[in-house]
């Protein structure tokens, strides 16, 4: 055991306000909240199984309705274009590390899967797009619906 008690009671509290408003007013925000490290391309999965590949894409906040998804010429695009909703006067972002508002990703996919067989739902954040194996061959544009 310490022969050094603490007592609350002897401690300088103005001294102590003063030393901590000095940190406060010499931190930047920067070094208090992090420095941004903006990510504008969701994230994507893509697991090939026997019968399809599946695409997930991690883009949380959006609707399914924020999604454009087509195929053309053996490449599937995925974008969104939603408009950012605008901030109250008195708010600040203090760490933005996410936005997936506006962007835009495409694959080159094999002609061994069939584009008229995609399919595409949103849910939890994720974009699930599915594209099955073919028969046949693939010819034109195609847009796909978003679930």
Do not use: W
Not at 33 to 40: N, V
Not at 54 to 66: F, T
């Amino acid at each position: 055991m310490s022969k050094y008690k603490f007592n609350p009671f002897t401690l300088n509290f103005d001294d102590l306000g003063k030393t901590v408003d000095d940190f406060l007013s010499n931190v930047k925000v920067d070094d208090f909240f992090g420095s941004d490290c903006l990510r504008s391309l969701p994230a994507i999965n893509a697991i090939e199984h026997p019968d399809k590949i599946v695409l997930s894409v991690a883009a949380p906040g959006l609707k399914k309705e924020d999604f454009d998804l087509h195929i053309e010429n053996d490449l599937l695009t995925i974008s969104s274009d939603r408009k950012k909703e605008a901030l109250p006067d008195d708010v600040k972002i203090r760490r933005r590390e996410y936005d997936y508002s506006k962007f835009k990703r495409t694959f080159k996919l094999s002609q061994k899967y069939d584009y008229t067989k995609i399919k595409a739902k949103y849910e939890n954040g994720l974009l699930i797009v599915t594209v099955a194996k073919k028969d046949g061959q693939n010819e034109g544009k195609i847009k796909v619906e978003v679930n």
